[in-house]
């Protein structure tokens, strides 16, 4: 079955970059979405069509996509993005998702 | 204000089958697939499979075919997921979620419903 690799967990310090990566073999041909989940709490969509923002995402935010990687970027990360993302594509008509990456910031 | 609204937590013992509602509004429910997660315990999101509730169509991830099966109830916009044979590995949460857009599968899942906690035990 198809798979995407996500780095398990990045600490970052407050205001600085976060590069979440995300890789598969097929994601030079299909968009990737990217989901911020907090404990407790549904997951947010963040990312579509591999750099598209939904109403009400900060432009800290960033998607981008090269080759076989999608990126997720947070520049000046804060302390309430601390969080698990998931980066998630389709595979033929089966939604995939990634494994998730923790983000810690301290 | 588009909102998905699932069923509450479920208990329920081995082999016994399960449905989980999700009712959506503020939106025109029929134009708008709907898409199934699990989540197991301290694990990561699984795309369960998604249904078009406008012909009721589903499509389900080959890791769930055949535990599974989702329907819909127009009359009451509600999405359904059941199911069957309950073993201790279906505990876990299920969320619903909305398509952005149709036959857009790059647009993703833009609204989700609260969970729903499901624990099987004997």
């Known amino acids: 079955s198809y798979e995407l690799t996500q780095p398990p967990s990045l600490s970052v310090s407050p205001g600085q970059t976060a590069i979440i990566t995300c890789s598969g073999e097929?994601?030079?041909?299909?968009?990737a979405c990217w989901y911020q989940q907090k404990p407790g709490q549904s997951p947010l969509l963040v990312i579509y069509?591999?750099?598209k923002r939904p109403s009400g995402i900060p432009q800290r935010f960033a998607g981008s996509s090269s080759g076989n990687t999608a990126t997720l970027t947070i520049t000046g990360t804060q302390s309430i993005d601390e969080a698990d993302y998931y980066c998630?594509?389709?595979?033929?008509?089966?939604?995939?998702f990634g494994p998730g990456t923790r983000v810690t910031v301290l | 204000e588009v909102q998905l609204v699932q069923s509450g937590a479920e208990v329920k013992k081995p082999g016994e089958s399960l449905r989980i509602s999700c009712k959506g509004s503020?939106?025109?429910?029929?134009?708008?697939?709907i898409t199934w997660v699990r989540q197991m315990p301290g694990k990561g999101l699984e795309w369960m499979g998604r249904?078009?509730?406008?012909?009721?169509?589903?499509?389900?991830s080959p890791s769930f075919e055949g535990h599974i099966t989702l329907s819909v109830d127009r009359s009451i916009s509600t999405v359904f997921l059941e199911l069957n044979s309950l073993t201790a590995s279906d505990n876990a949460t299920y969320y619903c979620?909305?398509?952005?857009?149709?036959?857009?599968f790059g647009s993703g899942f833009d609204h989700w419903g609260q969970g729903t906690l499901v624990t099987v035990s004997s």
């Open positions: 249904l078009d509730p406008s012909d009721s169509f589903p499509d389900y």
């Open positions: 097929k994601l030079g041909h299909t968009y």
């Open positions: 503020g939106y025109s429910f029929t134009n708008y697939w």
């Open positions: 998630q594509t389709w595979d033929d008509t089966t939604g995939v």
């Open positions: 979620a909305r398509h952005q857009e149709d036959y857009n």
């Open positions: 069509e591999d750099t």
